[in-house]
């Protein structure tokens, strides 16, 4: 285990440390920086004093509380496993650190486990050895304590358990749906059948804590955010936000299936998304009002995780409810309803929403009237409107109501804290006087010299209040004017002006009695009084008693704050978090408080007036605002005499477009994503960066965040440069002051001896208020002397010890000065040490400058610019993705002109040429372009030539042959007839006849060949006008009917099949066809052909069909070829023909074919206006 591992490299250490000189060990440190990141620390202890260390930040000034060789002990910062040594006159401890606990919890000091052992905060650690607790023992097996895990809400939020039952859940309604959708009977209902699965089970995590680990999370506490029932935490709405999505989606699928021309459908679909639209602006507005959320996006640094879900569920829901708003309009705009019927009644629903929300649930009007707006940007739908363009106005859209909705209701959230805020400050109670002045009481209570002079207190006033200022109410003090009264049960006071005698004790206990603010104070022995008059004080009580005498003495302390104080303030990390919840960021706000009209004392940096406008007016609650340049003031009367105001920026237009920008690219980003995973309309984005344009629009965008990038480390680099250079001079500087300062005082002294304490505690005090730093004085051997903030070392944050790396630079490698960073806890700060000489020369200590309570200077700079920088950037980015879109386009759009052009070039056609001013690289392009087409149509007209040319070469050829075939036979039987005379048969008369039938038939067959080349060679004009196809085949079946074909005529055409076309030419067309198709059949196959007519969009379709042998795969290609032909007769120009007729009359030709089953010819016509 981890912690088995651990102690064998601290007990190996340990021995190495026994066996040699631990001065080694100060010179090599990189082995004990490792170690001490690791949680493992080693002390060696001589002669009661402790003489190395390796760290300064575990309170241990004595191993005298080590009592065994090892163990386990509780310091008071934590837990530690320890073991020690004894080696001659030498104690040798290590510690390992298992859990910080401390007894203050802050954003600074948090108990956790270290972080080797990956354990909960909320494990407790037990040194009881019960069954029900789990043991831990050492390597040696031995028990060293006991874990017990309480049961509490996490503190932290396990976002991998959220995202993993997140997936879980969609993966289970997926389930639910594929399940549904394999049942017939339920498949059409599938959609709302899971979407009401998705509701039940929503009911059933909010009423039954499930799952009760989940719910445990941070993320589910009501401190964060707390609506209603159904929401009772922001992790329910990130619930119900998913599964409200969840629901549009799976409605969505439903419409899809749904009747489109149910009217009762289409009226519950309005009302479904009416209801989203109402549920998600009460939401919306509840998640920011009822929330201790930050959402002032502006601030983007300031926003915490919770900030991020918040924003994010409130853009899935409006984008979502946006996707059925669509889907509905959609489904059943012109189907239900006639659309002018549809849309109207839609948009009334829109408006009443608007009303509705705004007169019963007192929403902005604005942010209602989103839902009215949407239907609005999808009921316009033309075909000049493109998609995208309706797409970007919705993003715009909700971008604008978006921001302006979290801004108008972060200040109005913002101001309802104020004025809480006001309301508590004007209180002046202040939780830190509280809260120090319970440890100063158990010094004043112990302090044996009050307890011996108390008795003679009014003898000795004078001297004992200075004795009691110097050494319990200085530093943070000074900001009181304290007047101190030691009362014995016997004293008296002489109140004037009536000088009335009346006892100490009791004076002071009705003036408690009478003034204190509230019965309900949190201590006891601290009242805060409040009086008639406007006057406010503390009054602090304390009791000491006389060890010889027995006889009892009671303190008061009245403490009235200054006017204008400006004292250090304390550092945070000594104060519980509940008692810094009222306090004021000096990065926001400015504040100030008037005591009859007087000021009395301000923070922040806006200079206020030293007296009180008297145009203030106030109304019944006691508040007033009134606006001043850029900043708005929140002024509070708690009483007659005393006003506090805050102070704070407005939003200005820049904020708003800076918010504006954020929204825009945040919600772009979810709907791309949303449309990528879901496919959902309007957002079913497809990413292609194939285009010149969209590569141009990347390279911009790109570029501007590779920019802000590497400029935003580049700055930040610069400032904490810089800031660490300002830092370490300030601190070079002040260290030099305070010396200078000390030496005064100390220079005479030859050593740090014990008498000097209480004066040099003193001393570091005043010059820490004067400074505005904290001091720590050093001896010679690394203990803590002296310190002007003793509370530190008492809480146990730190020990009596130097810093070792310090202090082995100081004194070990005798360097003048040391800066260097340190820490206690998560808190980081810069501490500079130097050696400290008397006036001899002499190093008498060692003096410690601790500067944590400037350390967020830092953050709040580095913030601050960040903040700046990101709100340029969110606006510049989306700025260049404008000018990229549009940019890109302007550069594109020749080249897409020249692609255009390019495009509808056609070979043998007159081709334009583009017309180009500009001399640059399109230009050239164009320059090309135009020669390439004027050489282009050179080439086209010249092969135009050479092709008619050859193809009248192949058609003469042809003809030649055609004609050279009947002119052989011809010519035979003239010279057989010739001879047949000279011999003057019997038949010759027969003989005659028949050469005369010979020669009639090649005749016959020549003008068949000659009236095929003239009809083709020639093509008569076309007489387009309306027929009727139908009329047209049935009398092409008349003509070809014969015993052994069976034609048959299929209309599924109920109306006239009415085309334009030329009517000589449509018979031309289908006799060919079918005198092809009796052709292509077998003559040992009944011959059957079908002609079929369809209505088919906006054409007729013919399909002439035969059963013949169907056309051979080698011969498809050429079939409308001219002069191609399978048959042993004609010229092949027949289908040619056929293609040119139907193409001329805006139709098209192809066939279907099967080996020995037959061909089909397919005719598409468009129909007759």
């Not at 034609?1047 to 449509?1066: G, R, Y």
Request: one cysteine or more; glycine letters at 4%; aromatic letters at 14%.
């Amino acid at each position: 285990s981890q912690l088995h591992q651990k102690e064998k490299s601290a007990h190996t250490f340990l021995n190495e440390l026994v066996n040699q000189d631990y001065n080694y060990f100060q010179k090599n440190s990189e082995k004990i920086k490792t170690l001490s990141e690791r949680g493992i620390f080693f002390f060696v202890e001589e002669n009661n004093r402790i003489v190395f260390w390796t760290s300064s930040n575990i309170p241990l000034n004595s191993n005298g509380n080590l009592k065994n060789t090892n163990g386990i002990v509780k310091l008071k910062d934590g837990w530690y496993e320890y073991s020690k040594i004894k080696e001659r006159k030498k104690t040798y401890t290590c510690l390992i650190l298992i859990k910080n606990e401390y007894s203050i919890t802050n954003d600074v000091l948090n108990s956790n486990f270290h972080a080797d052992f990956n354990t909960s905060s909320f494990v407790e650690i037990s040194i009881e050895k019960t069954p029900q607790l789990v043991p831990i023992h050492n390597d040696k097996g031995e028990f060293l304590f006991s874990l017990n895990e309480m049961v509490s809400i996490n503190n932290s939020s396990n976002w991998i358990m959220m995202l993993t039952f997140l997936i879980a859940f969609a993966c289970f309604i997926i389930f639910i749906f594929n399940f549904l959708n394999g049942f017939s009977s339920v498949k059409k209902y599938s959609g709302i059948l899971s979407s009401l699965f998705v509701i039940c089970f929503y009911i059933t995590c909010t009423y039954f804590s499930f799952p009760e680990p989940l719910l445990q999370q941070k993320i589910f506490s009501p401190s964060i955010y707390a609506h209603s029932y159904i929401l009772p935490s922001l992790g329910h709405f990130l619930l119900a936000s998913f599964s409200c999505f969840s629901i549009v989606i799976l409605l969505t699928k439903y419409l899809k299936v749904a009747p489109k021309k149910n009217k009762f459908l289409a009226v519950t679909f309005i009302l479904i998304t009416s209801l989203f639209s109402v549920i998600i602006v009460n939401w919306f507005v509840g998640v920011i009002i009822n929330s201790s959320i930050n959402f002032e996006v502006v601030n983007l640094l300031d926003l915490s995780a919770y900030s991020f879900i918040g924003i994010f569920n409130v853009i899935v829901l409006f984008l979502g409810t946006s996707v059925l708003i669509k889907a509905t309009i959609n489904n059943f705009s012109g189907n239900a309803y006639i659309k002018n019927q549809f849309l109207p009644l839609y948009w009334c629903s829109g408006l009443m929403i608007v009303i509705l929300s705004y007169f019963l649930f007192n929403v902005n009007w604005i942010i209602s009237s989103w839902f009215l707006i949407v239907i609005l940007i999808f009921s316009f739908q033309h075909k000049t409107i493109s998609g995208f363009y309706q797409t970007t106005a919705l993003l715009v859209v909700l971008s604008i109501l978006l921001s302006y909705g979290f801004i108008h209701y972060s200040s109005k959230k913002n101001e309802l804290n104020n004025q809480y805020l006001l309301k508590k400050l004007s209180k002046e109670k202040d939780p830190i006087t509280e809260y120090l002045y319970q440890d100063i009481l158990k010094k004043i209570e112990s302090d044996t010299l009050l307890q011996n002079r108390a008795s003679n207190y009014w003898e000795n006033k004078s001297t004992i209040d200075k004795y009691l200022a110097d050494k319990y109410f200085n530093g943070y003090w000074s900001k009181y004017d304290i007047n101190s009264y030691i009362c014995k049960s016997n004293d008296t006071l002489l109140i004037e002006p009536d000088n009335e005698e009346i006892s100490c004790i009791d004076f002071f206990n009705n003036k408690i009695e009478t003034e204190q603010s509230s019965p309900f104070q949190e201590y006891d022995n601290i009242v805060f009084l409040y009086t008639n008059e406007g006057a406010s004080s503390y009054l602090a009580t304390a009791s000491i008693t006389n060890k010889t005498s027995q006889q009892k003495s009671y303190l008061f302390f009245e403490m009235v704050p200054k006017i204008l104080s400006n004292t250090e303030g304390y550092p945070e990390l000594l104060l519980n978090k509940k008692e810094t919840d009222v306090s004021i960021n000096v990065n926001k706000y400015s504040f100030a408080k008037y005591k009859k009209n007087k000021l009395a004392t301000q923070i922040g940096s806006f200079n206020y007036s030293l007296e009180l406008m008297p145009f203030i007016k106030f109304n019944d609650e006691g508040f007033a605002t009134s606006k001043e340049k850029e900043l708005t003031h929140l002024y509070y009367q708690g009483d007659k005499n005393t006003v506090v105001v805050l102070t704070s920026k407005q939003y200005n237009y820049f904020n708003y477009v800076t918010t504006f920008s954020y929204f825009f690219l945040i919600i772009s980003l979810s709907s791309i994503v949303l449309g990528f995973i879901f496919k959902l309309t309007p957002f079913s984005w497809r990413l292609a960066v194939s285009s010149f344009s969209s590569k141009i629009q990347l390279f911009i965008i790109l570029s501007t965040t590779v920019s802000f990038v590497l400029f935003g480390w580049g700055t930040t680099y610069y400032i904490q440069k810089q800031y660490s250079e300002k830092n370490t001079k300030t601190i070079q500087e002040k260290v030099r002051s305070i010396v200078t300062e000390l030496e005064t005082d100390l220079g005479n002294e030859k050593r740090l001896n014990a008498q000097l304490t209480n004066f040099i505690d003193y001393q570091l005090v005043k010059l820490s208020n004067v400074f505005y730093t904290d001091i720590n004085l050093y001896d010679l051997s690394g203990q803590l002397f002296a310190t002007s903030r003793p509370e530190i070392t008492e809480q146990g944050l730190i020990n009596n010890l130097m810093n070792p790396i310090a202090y082995n630079a100081l004194h070990v490698d005798k360097k003048s000065s040391i800066i260097h960073d340190e820490n206690i806890s998560s808190l980081q700060y810069l501490s500079s040490y130097v050696p400290f000489r008397n006036n001899q020369n002499k190093i008498i200590g060692y003096l410690n400058l601790p500067y944590f309570a400037k350390q967020n200077e830092l953050e709040r700079e580095l913030s601050s610019f960040f903040t700046a920088l990101i709100n340029i950037y969110a606006l510049l980015f989306l700025i260049s993705i404008i000018i990229s879109i549009v940019f890109a386009n302007y550069i594109s759009e020749p080249l897409t002109f020249i692609k255009n052009k390019i495009g509808s070039l056609q070979f043998g056609k007159s081709n334009e040429l583009i017309e180009w001013n500009s001399n640059d690289e399109i230009g050239a392009l164009v320059k090309e372009y135009n020669k390439k087409v004027l050489e282009l149509e050179k080439s086209a007209n010249l092969l135009a030539k050479s092709e008619r040319e050859s193809a009248w070469r192949e058609m003469a050829k042809q003809v030649a042959h055609e004609i050279k075939n009947p002119l052989t036979p011809m010519k035979l039987s003239i010279q057989h007839l010739e001879r047949s005379i000279s011999d003057s048969p019997e038949d010759m008369k027969d003989r005659v006849k028949r050469t005369a039938k010979t020669l009639i038939d090649q005749i016959d067959t020549l003008t068949n060949i000659a009236n095929e080349f003239s009809n083709f060679a020639k093509m008569p004009k076309a007489n387009q006008q309306k027929i009727d196809l139908k009329e047209i085949i049935e009398s092409i079946i008349d003509l070809y009917k014969e015993e052994n074909i069976t034609i048959q005529f299929d209309n599924n055409c109920s109306e006239p099949i009415n085309v334009l076309a030329d009517k000589d030419q449509i018979n031309r067309v289908f006799s060919n066809l079918i005198k092809n198709a009796i052709q292509a059949i077998p003559n040992e196959r009944e011959g059957k052909i079908t002609i079929s007519t369809y209505k088919d969009n906006k054409q007729y379709k013919v399909e002439v069909t035969d059963n013949g042998n169907g056309i051979p795969i080698e011969q498809q290609d050429m079939i409308f070829t001219p002069n191609f032909t399978t048959k042993t007769n004609g010229m092949g120009l027949g289908l040619a023909m056929v293609k040119n007729i139907v193409e001329n009359s805006n139709g098209s030709i192809s066939f279907e074919t099967s080996k020995l089953e037959g061909t089909t010819f397919i005719i598409e016509l468009p129909i007759a206006n």
